[in-house]
Each structure stands twice: as C-alpha cells, then as structure tokens.
T-cell receptor
Framework: NAGVMQNPRHLVRRRGQEARLRCSPM?????VYWYRQLPEEGLKFMVY????????ESGMPKERFSAEFPKEGPSILRIQQVVRGDSAAYFC????????????FGQGTRLTVV | KQEVTQIPAALSVPEGENLVLNCSFT??????LQWFRQDPGKGLTSLLL?????REQTSGRLNASLDKSSGRSTLYIAASQPGDSATYLC????????????FGQGTTLQVKP
C-alpha cells in the first residue's frame, strides 16, 4: 500500500505563472487535507476535501487559490498568478475518516517563486 | 480558537539522555493528539496517535502522554540517539467536525554523538 504521493517534489515558477500541485491519497482514504508551511513558520491548515466536495476551505487565501478532488484522479491544489510570498512547502495528508484516525502525510511539494 | 504551543523551541542533548518534549493546547475539547517527526526538507512521519479517551501511547523508545483537562501532552524519548535529531511536531484535531490538524511550532532536537 503506497503512502500519500505528492508531485512534483520541487516546483519553480516565475511570478504570475500558475502552479499545480498534485496529491494521491493512500488507498482507501477518501479524506484529503492540504497544509502550507511557510519559511520559519508552522504548518497551517488550508483546505479539506472529500471526493468531489470541498468540506472546509477556511484556511485558503480568498484569491488565486483553489482546490479540487475529482471522482477520478488526484487532488489538485492550484495557485494562479503566483507571487513570491507563495513560496513554501505544501503538504497533503489523507485519512480514512474525519476524526479519530491517524493522518498520513506526503513528502510535500516545495514551491519556489522567482 | 484552538492554539497549540510547544516548548522548548530547540533542544540539544548528548547521546544517551532521556528527554521530554512538551505540548500544550488551549481548548481541551479535542478528538485526538498526534506527534510527528519532520526531518529537514522532508515530509511528516507520524510517531504516535493518542485518542482523547486515552492517557498514553508507547512505541519503542517513545512514550506520549495526554492530560486533556490541563491541556498538555508530553513526548518522552528514552536513550536518545543521533538519529533522533529532527523537528518534533505536536498537532490536535479540534472540536470542529472536519478533522483538520492544528499544529504547534515544533521542537527542533539535536542529539550529539
């Protein structure tokens, strides 16, 4: 059973470009969470999705950021018109249910905006 | 609003020492608490999960305790080794119905040979 797979591991984008980060949850997990780790800061929740539904996006910036988890395929975190402040490590976690279960994390995507 | 604090922020010990990392949270209404390890430039590895009804969990040289009423958890590492050097993160699932984790800032541990 493969773990949570994120790709790419490293992504470099110029200011104004789009960044697409992908996350494939563990087999059997239908709950996906995205977190962001800014330099010298802790991990912050961004968005929680179940298949085809956004459940909680309270941690997502209101503009330029969007997320989806289609019926088929990985979850996608999309950042439009990236700015230098978006440079961070983005982590995806999956779990089989919402609460009393262990969360498993991917290796992260390190986004650098130049 | 739930807040998680970890102290100390950094810790350096000689190999072989037993040590304790501390985690506190402001709202005792949590579903569970999870300890993670993060190596530089890497992802998070889950170490221990404590359900809200449990007092402690053990895995090898690691023991985590939970005192919900006082809003505290400790991670005890016995006989530390240089390979234990990493950042240790504490996170809680709060009382919202979404299962999102709220993280502390972490304790960066260095174990010197």
């Amino acid at each position: 059973n493969a773990g949570v797979m994120q790709n790419p591991r490293h992504l470099v984008r110029r200011r104004g470009q789009e960044a697409r980060l992908r996350c494939s949850p563990m087999k059997g997990h239908s709950h996906v969470y995205w977190y962001r780790q800014l330099p010298e800061e802790g991990l912050k929740f961004m968005v929680y999705l179940q298949k085809e539904n956004i459940i909680d996006e309270s941690g997502m910036p209101k503009e330029r950021f969007s997320a989806e988890f289609p019926k088929e395929g990985p979850s996608i975190l999309r950042i439009q018109q990236v700015v230098r402040g978006d440079s961070a490590a983005y982590f995806c976690a999956s779990s089989p249910s919402r609460r009393n279960t262990e969360a498993f994390f991917g290796q992260g995507t390190r986004l650098t905006v130049v | 609003k739930q807040e998680v604090t970890q102290i100390p922020a950094a810790l350096s010990v000689p190999e072989g020492e037993n040590l304790v990392l501390n985690c506190s949270f402001t709202d005792s209404a949590i579903y569970n608490l999870q300890w993670f390890r993060q190596d530089p430039g890497k992802g998070l590895t889950s170490l221990l999960l404590i359900q809200s009804s449990q007092r402690e969990q053990t895995s090898g040289r690691l023991n985590a305790s939970l005192d919900k009423s006082s809003g505290r958890s400790t991670l005890y590492i016995a006989a530390s080794q240089p390979g234990d050097s990493a950042t240790y993160l504490c996170a809680v699932i709060d009382s919202s119905n979404t299962g999102k984790l709220i993280f502390g800032q972490g304790t960066t541990l260095q174990v010197k040979p």
